[in-house]
């Protein structure tokens, strides 16, 4: 508790002793932490468990279900004091790679060969580390424009703009309509730089991006180019008033309650989304049938492959202290039967082909459909640099929302970041 | 037959220096047993307090201190030494700098702003109208509140467009800006300080009308048979003798401000656009959101040792009189 509970300061205080044994103690315990906190995700999760312990006699699942916030940081204080859970969540990229470095996290290669090769490789390169997987993707998405067709509708807009001058085109039409056109949760920073890093993936070739991922260098111009198409459209004044200090997802003012409570036309959000605004409406119902989706347009002139796809996911780790029978778990969580059933209770986008078919929540299904037909998907640029660069490029970003940063200074920001890892 | 009549009374005598010599003993052994007794049951009341402190104050302290000298990301072990690396990455950083100008900014405004405004409610409160007690408890309960809910509720209050507060004044024809309070920058910072000033009001007036309570009334009367005015009575009495509690709120108000880090963070999270930023949310966005504990680190050694330079100035320079006076 006190781990949990601590701030800052008193943070190396759980990180001082050296007893690395973890929690459950014995080889005969796995511990398995993940966030699936509502009904009939925890209720399903506690089946699996228990179909788990049936056909290993002798192993005991001990489930925590916990609420997203609280894993966060219960994972944090976890890895400062090597006290890690035998089973639990990673979302990959230089955060992973990190844990990897420290020794943290258990190469599953080798063990969980049969798992890895169903899942699309382009999806689970996030999760690799010098060509070794480290968790397996469990649920994968997309991010993209969450649109109210209602409004859309209203404005005359017929079809999603495809191309960032037939976005700026709609937002016009729709300010026309008086209708605010864009929210954006620039306060919590990560909503405004998800426009950069889809910029970024539309004006960069594939193989810039991979380089850049391991390279961390930033010197080709497309990322400057990605800032000015960015610019252009924040010139545009698309976003809700106050988006400066907009919270991304917390309560009916923030950017995914106004889409919800159709006080804005659109909103650049990942696959989330829909049950985001689910919370947010009385009626628990978000935008219902009004809900419609399109991808990032594409950005005049630029490399980058339109049909790419910014997104990530979570994936089930195992610590490099957990019993071996706690990669057995990890298998069963990415088997045919068990990602089904996730698919069914609509909990993510499973990963498992076997499974995909068996989303019964249509935007979902959408999404998996975009998600396997991209190219690749390029994970959450902020994750797959890790905390670091990822933050200082968010903060660039958000600066140049204000109108405080040029194009040229996020590459620089992030570039300075970048050159203080190495 | 004579020397034991003679030797009876310097036996006596023998005997009773012998007792008085061992009361003596007993006395000082009895005081040294107790004064060891005192010092263990001190030692014993004071161990949870003095451990809680060492635990949570002590450590942490010297745990930044060392954390400051490494590269870090949080996990593994700190093998990175780095030597002054992180305090002029600190110190070169203009993020920091802007920090450290809000809190200045926001030390002085309150002094400048709080004291008086404090001062004069004391004062009128401190008369007998009616609905005394109503008007203390409404400027004292924004105190009381936690920071974090009354944060939320003026965060919504302050909402462009649909908050309250641009409702009523777009509703009387002033105007409000485009981007609302808070998301404006050049006027988020000030905006922040109206809502510490909300909240902390109370506190400025609850501890001067303390110091109004020892103020005798005799000197009240003697100043009014003398002819003083109301004002000259406040003037020349009131607040020079109420003037310590004055130093000590200034002492409080400081080190809260440089500390200030709640209601900057749920208002405006540091933004926009850094227009916000204070030392300690820098320190927590260099820290838990970007894991750059070392620099984190260096970011709250230089917070302490501003904090810790005010404070002992502060001591030396205006609280001695107060000390000095007392002893």
Known sequence: MLCSSAVLLTATACGSGDDSSASGGDDKTITWWHNSNNEPGKGYYEQVAEDFEKDH?????????????????KLEAAFQSGDLPDVYMERG??????????????????????????INSGTLAGWQVDGKTYALPYSVGVV????????????????????????????????????TPVSVGAGDKWPAAHY????????????????????LDFSDPCFVKAGEALEGFVEDQPFNPGFLTTPAQEGATSASGLLATGQVAMELQGHWEPGVMQGLTEDEKGLGDKTGWFPFPAVEGGKG????????????????????????????????????????????????????DSVSDPALAGLIQVRDSAPFVQLYFDTAFG???????????????????????????????????? | MTSPVTAAPADIEAGAAVTRRVDARRVTRRSGRDKRRKRLEILFFVAPALALMAIFVVYPVFSAARMSFYRWKGFGPMVDFVGLQNYSRVLTDDVFGQAVVHNFVIVFASILVQLPLGLALALLLNRRIRGRGLLRTIIFVPYVLAEVIAGVVWFQLLQPRTGLIETVLTSVGIPVPEQGFLGTPDLALTTVFVVLTWKYLGLAVLLFLAGLQGVPDELHEAAQLDGASWWQVQRRITIPLIAPTIRTWCFLSMI?????FDMVWILTGGGPANATTTMATYLISQGSQRSNFGIAGAASVVLFLIGFAMAVAYQFLVLRRDTRADA
């Open chain 1, 387 to 422: 905390t670091s660069v990822g933050n200082a490029m968010n903060d660039a970003v958000a600066l140049l929302f204000a109108g405080e940063a040029t194009p040229q200074e996020i590459v620089d920001e992030t570039q300075e970041a970048a050159d203080q890892e190495k």
């Open chain 1, 144 to 179: 993209g424009f969450w649109y109210n067709k209602d409004l859309f509708a209203k404005a005359g807009i017929d079809q999603p703009p495809a191309t960032m001058e037939e976005l700026s085109a709609d937002v016009e039409k729709l300010k026309g309509a008086g209708i």
């Open chain 1, 93 to 118: 990229g230089g955060e992973l790679a990190d844990h990897v470095e420290a020794g943290l996290v258990r190469d599953l290669s080798e063990d969980a060969s049969e798992e890895i090769g169903k």
């Open chain 1, 196 to 215: 950069w890093y889809y910029t970024a993936l539309r004006s960069c070739e594939q193989d810039v991006l991979e380089d850049a991922v391991t390279s």
């Open chain 2, 256 to 260: 809260g401000s440089l500390q200030l």
């Open chain 1, 305 to 356: 492959d339109p049909e790419a796809a910014l997104g990530g996911g979570d994936a089930w780790a195992v610590a490099e202290t957990a019993p071996d029978a706690a990669t057995d778990l990890v298998k069963y969580l990415l088997s045919d039967e068990v990602q089904q059933g996730f698919a069914k209770n609509d909990m993510g986008l499973p990963t498992n082909p076997a499974a995909t």
């Open chain 1, 57 to 73: 006699p002798g192993i005991d699942v001990e489930v925590v279900a916990m609420a997203h916030e609280d894993m966060v940081d």
